[in-house]
């Protein structure tokens, strides 16, 4: 009977817990890696495949960081239309300036898709000329509740950023506005980009959408404008009529005047 028991018990090595199994080791000094791209070959994938959503991110946000702390000192660092529509509203710049920034930007953004045009053709046609539209399994209700949703941060972010109450009050504590911007955009793109493509801002889905001038960018183009400026007059009315009590004190003005 102690031999029957026996017979059947099988090897420990079959026993093991492991549920995984561990890749073998990469060679010392592989010289095939010196003329590929690809950034991880243990994960796949084709060879300049492509940064993903989460390198997309980082480059939005990283480059409206250098944009805006290179232009704060000429224009205020203006260049998305939805920012400015949000700082018109709070009383931050006047309605000329507002639209010259507006017509601006969107000029601004048509010559750069058209540099990239020009210098990455193939890729450019590859990934759609990077114009803004609705990803498939996504209704315009989903898309235009994520455009105001992201600008809203980006929007109310900005006006935290240059509160002026808030750097008197922190003045211990440099802040450097551009940061919180560009870092604000990072989150949004990693929260929008598999929805819309994230626009949050109308000049750059405008300057795309004219240079590849397809149907699909066209058809969901108002949802980058609509989306946006709602997202911006939601945050204008949030920061300066409530967090800073902008109502009560145009009202308390108006009762010491009457």
Aim: proline letters at 6%; a negative charge; hydrophobic letters at 45%.
């Amino acid at each position: 009977m102690t031999k029957d028991v026996e017979s059947h018990v099988e090897p420990a090595e079959e026993y093991s817990a492991k549920d995984y199994h561990d890749p073998p080791p990469a060679p010392l000094i592989d010289f095939d890696e010196l003329s590929s791209y690809q950034i991880d070959p243990a994960h796949g994938g084709d060879d300049c495949g492509g940064v993903g959503i989460l390198g997309i991110a980082w480059a939005f946000g990283g480059m409206i960081f250098i944009l805006v702390y290179c232009t704060a000192g000429i224009s205020g660092g203006h260049i998305n239309p939805a920012v400015t529509f949000g700082l018109f509203l709070g009383r931050k710049v006047s309605l000329i300036r507002a639209v010259l920034y507006m017509v601006a930007q969107c000029l601004g953004a048509i010559c750069g898709v058209g540099l990239v045009k020009a210098f990455q053709k193939s890729y450019y046609h590859k990934y759609g000329g990077g114009a803004n539209e609705l990803a498939p399994g996504y209704n315009k209700g989903v898309g235009l509740g994520a455009e105001i949703i992201g600008t809203f941060v980006l929007v109310y972010t900005v006006f935290s950023a240059t509160d002026p109450k808030r750097n008197a009050r922190d003045s211990h504590v440099p802040v450097l506005a551009p940061l919180p911007i560009g870092f604000a955009v990072f989150m949004v793109h990693l929260a929008t980009i598999p929805i819309t493509g994230t626009g949050i801002n109308p000049a750059r889905s405008f300057g795309a959408a004219v240079i590849y001038n397809e149907d699909k960018p066209w058809d969901d183009h108002w949802i980058f404008w609509v989306g946006p400026f709602v997202g911006a007059l939601i945050a204008a009315i949030y920061h300066q009529y409530i967090l800073r009590a902008g109502a009560i004190k145009a009202l308390g003005s108006f009762r010491s005047n009457a």
